[in-house]
């Protein structure tokens, strides 16, 4: 780790990784993860990426996404993102990512909650620890690239308005790491959650360090509940259960057997439902039941990564329900920014779920998501080509002497804080809940 870099990354999901190869190797670059490279969510993602198909109607694409964002999505940004999505899938097939294929000419796309067609494109269901992987495995092969695992941002530094560089602590010291240009692709803010899909790490103290410098932000109290999660009374991540196995034909049953909701509903209206169907029935689950998947005894290849999750709590997917339940899942608001990253602030960039560019509105369709994370990191790369900021800046060395843990503990609050404050009926019937 290097105390000068041209461009830092704070970030190594998918909206990092892809912006990181995007940017010309004449750059000096830093990658930081808060943890090991892979604790990102990006990781976790099971579903897949969504992109219009080659000869759909632009606009019913668009339709399921404001349709499922409850239209207060920014339509600009939502044709200008999905107009371009194929553009995407093009790019990571380039970066070595096998995509499934029905024969050699025809991908194997499914179909989600809110989509009117089937339109995602998916690795068995581990779309987005493959996508990664092989952005990763690209990024080692890059000298001009520096990746600095186990460092944890705890704040900017700024100088005369301008972000030129991070504060953080790495290898129990305190680090100041200058450059011209810092790009925030945190991820999400599941870690305020004991439940939640996301990985506990990925607990949005990046919000709060921004809010504290006066950046904009937008829409924070728009989290997004998925409505099947692994029920498990331990607290902690959940395993996610894959909107593409109700895409596949499982529906969603009561206790009692009685099917309540329609299973492909957006996201927030089954969740809803769900949450409905557990206080009437007095229980905290539900089951989504695969009777109607074709091929069901087959089902552990085609779903893995859910198989193996379920035989860890010993159910077999090939022929038991699976217990699910509503979980913290994804975060719509964030740091208000351009699609190529730009924030409020000279310097600061933010990309991926750490951002609010608009595409999603109230609620994210599914399978958007990977596709927002690596549109905008690739914009935000070649922006950063284009015009890559000077460097002003007095350099000096880091003084901190607080408690890590407790730096962060305090931004963590703030957030809480503020979504309790921004929709206070979300806070009493998710988050408090969880005590959070």
């Known amino acids: ?116 067609s089937a339109r995602v494109y998916h690795v068995g269901d581990f779309t987005g620890r493959s996508m990664c992987e092989a952005m990763a ?7 001009n690239i520096d990746t600095c695992e186990n460092t944890v941002l705890y704040d900017l530094i700024i100088e005369d308005n301008k972000a030129v560089g991070i504060r953080v602590f790495v290898d129990g010291l305190y680090r100041n790491i200058y450059a011209r240009a810092v790009v925030l692709a945190t991820g999400g803010i599941g870690g305020i959650f004991n439940s939640s899909t996301n990985y506990k790490s990925v607990s949005g103290e990046a919000l709060s360090i921004a809010m504290k410098y006066g950046v904009e932000v937008s829409n924070l109290e728009y989290i997004q509940i998925h409505p099947t999660v692994l029920y498990d009374k331990a607290m902690g991540r959940h395993s996610l259960i894959t909107e593409a196995l109700r895409g596949e034909g499982g529906i969603l049953l009561g206790i009692n057997g009685d099917r309540f909701v329609d299973e492909l509903l957006p996201r927030d209206v089954v969740s809803k439902a769900i949450r409905k169907k557990m206080e009437e029935d007095q229980t905290d689950h539900v089951y989504l039941s695969l009777e109607n998947i074709y091929d069901r005894e087959r089902i552990d290849e085609r779903f893995p ?44 960039y933010a990309i991926g779920e750490t951002s609010c560019t608009g595409l999603h509105g109230r609620n994210r369709l599914a399978s958007n998501s990977l596709l927002e994370a690596c549109f905008c990191g690739m914009k935000c790369g070649e922006g950063l080509n284009a015009s890559l900021p000077d460097f002003k800046a007095h350099m000096e060395e880091n003084r901190e002497t607080g408690n890590i843990d407790d730096i962060i503990a305090d931004y963590q609050k703030i957030l809480v804080d503020t979504i309790k404050e921004r929709n206070h009926d979300f806070y009493e019937y998710w988050l408090k809940n969880e005590d959070a």
């Open 1 to 116: 780790m290097r105390d000068f870099y041209d461009i830092v990354i704070v970030g190594s999901g998918a909206a990092g990784l892809s912006c990181a190869l995007k940017l010309d190797p004449v750059y000096r670059v830093c990658l930081i993860s808060k943890g090991a490279m892979e604790e990102a969510n990006s990781y976790l993602a099971q579903g897949g990426i969504s992109a219009k198909l080659a000869d759909e109607n632009l606009d019913d694409y668009i339709e399921d996404t404001l349709k499922a964002g409850h239209y207060e999505n920014d339509v600009d940004v939502v044709r200008t993102i999905l107009d371009r999505s194929l553009d995407v899938v093009n790019d990571l097939i380039g970066y070595g990512v096998n995509f499934d294929k029905l024969d050699p000419d025809t991908y194997s796309l499914h179909k989600e909650g809110g989509h009117r």
């Open 137 to 143: 495995e690209r990024i080692k092969a890059r000298p």
């Open 305 to 348: 990564t859910v198989f193996q999750a379920c035989m860890d709590k010993g159910i077999d997917i090939r022929k038991d329900m699976i217990p699910v339940c509503p979980g913290q899942h994804y975060h719509m608001g964030g740091i208000k920014a351009k699609l190529d990253g730009r924030t409020s602030l000279p310097g600061l």
